[in-house]
């Protein structure tokens, strides 16, 4: 399988433009950090309600899709503040993921 350069510039791109129209282009990296963090949080939380186990039934936790979604915003924007072009690592680290051999102990 091959991947197609430009759609994870085109989103990270997106999502920065979405950031400064909401008003979020002054946040700080810690801040940016720590709604990744709540984020993750609230994915686990959605997780566990999904896979039926001890959660808090009158609490109204978010969908595992919608969470997931998120936590790719919110890395996206994150990863903006820090520079960080994620297509271009991602096609690093897929090429380094590609050399290796995977299998099941």
Known sequence: MKYTKGLIKSLQGYVVGKGIERGFKD???QERLLFLTEELGELIKACRKALNTHTDI???DGDVGEEIAD????LLWAAHGLGIDVEEEFIKKEAKNNKRVWKRN
């Not at 936590?71 to 919110?74: F, T």
């Open 27 to 29: 946040q700080t990296n």
């Open 58 to 60: 009158k609490r109204k």
């Open 71 to 74: 936590i790719l915003i919110e």
